[in-house]
């Protein structure tokens, strides 16, 4: 098994670490304290206590050592499509604290709150313009004219005949090429955003703007990058007329993924959106292997302890 994991705080705290490393088609093994990645080119070492989440895409094989490895470091394992744009499954969340996680629910079962996050998420969409004082209808609204606007640009942009978003979820091949385009970028992105939705530790069906639905905060999130992402590459894919406009697609947005960063901001996104006020010392604490018990009152105490009095029964 190689050298010991190393002990808590030798361990790179995940905002400072390599966040998602993905890889396709080798074989992830271990070496002491590195992840190892071979294939017909060699051998890659990729240090584990530095690690956020390794994205298995299609053609990997793992081994139980390297699972074991991720798991002592605190790191994740999440089985994507090719260049994450379909999530499959995952293994244990990055974090080791469910902060995030308690934030998330907090937050989303107050009205106050979730309203906030949900006003933030359109503010996100809106920089240069002051919502404060609109209602959640009217920022539907308007984001409503903002995708209608930006679906005319892109169609006159690429010469792309656009009429209305149209799809049948059943029926991928009933679209015509550019909403089939839409779907598949759409399908993309939702894959990407629900991987580092779990790898962070959250939910992914308590959604702020959306609800009901076992991705309801995937939905949310990638609602934030449509504009940047999927929406230009389905136009430009579409502009080609490719015999396969899904496959064609997927490819595209892999590519727009990794030139645009989108797996990092995404985490950074999710983090200012639930814990706006996390600071150094919040991050440290809600990064540490710690357990507590909760108490009405107390809202915490410290856990491993006995708390029997003396005249307690059986003592």
Not at 79 to 90: F, K, S, T
Not at 199 to 217: M, N, W, Y
């Amino acid at each position: 098994m190689g050298s010991r994991p190393p002990d808590l705080p030798e361990l790179v705290r995940s905002k400072d670490r390599l966040s998602f490393v993905y890889l396709e088609r080798c074989i992830v093994h271990r070496d002491a304290n590195a992840i190892t990645a071979t294939d017909d080119r060699g051998v890659i070492h990729i240090p584990a206590a530095s690690l956020g989440a390794l994205l298995l895409g299609p053609g990997t094989r793992v081994t139980y050592p390297a699972m074991c490895l991720l798991a002592d470091c605190g790191s994740t394992a999440v089985w994507v499509g090719e260049r994450g744009v379909r999530y499959y499954a995952h293994g244990r969340s990055l974090a080791r604290s469910s902060r995030l996680l308690e934030a998330q629910a907090a937050k989303v079962t107050n009205q106050r709150s979730r309203l906030a996050v949900a006003r933030a998420m359109y503010d996100m969409r809106f920089p240069d313009e002051d919502t404060s004082k609109l209602s959640m209808q009217q920022l539907r609204g308007r984001e409503g004219a903002r995708v209608r606007k930006i679906y005319k640009e892109c169609s006159e942009r690429t010469g792309v005949a656009w009429g209305r978003r149209e799809f049948d979820p059943n029926n991928f091949a009933a679209g015509d090429t550019i909403n089939q385009c839409l779907s598949a970028a759409h399908a993309c992105l939702y894959g990407i955003v629900h991987s580092v939705i779990v790898a962070l530790g959250c939910s992914p069906g308590l959604g702020f703007v959306h609800t009901g639905h076992s991705r309801s905060f995937v939905y949310d999130i990638a609602d934030l990058y449509k504009a940047e992402v999927t929406i230009p590459v389905a136009f430009e894919v579409a502009k080609e007329l490719p015999a396969n406009p899904g496959a064609e697609t997927r490819r595209a947005v892999r590519d727009a993924v990794v030139d645009g960063a989108i797996l990092d901001r995404c985490a950074r996104d999710i983090r200012s959106l639930l814990m706006p006020e996390d600071d150094t010392t919040v991050a440290a604490e809600w990064e540490g292997d710690v357990v507590q018990l909760w108490d009405p009152d107390l809202g915490q105490v410290a856990s491993g302890q006995n708390y029997a009095q003396e005249d307690e029964p059986w003592s």
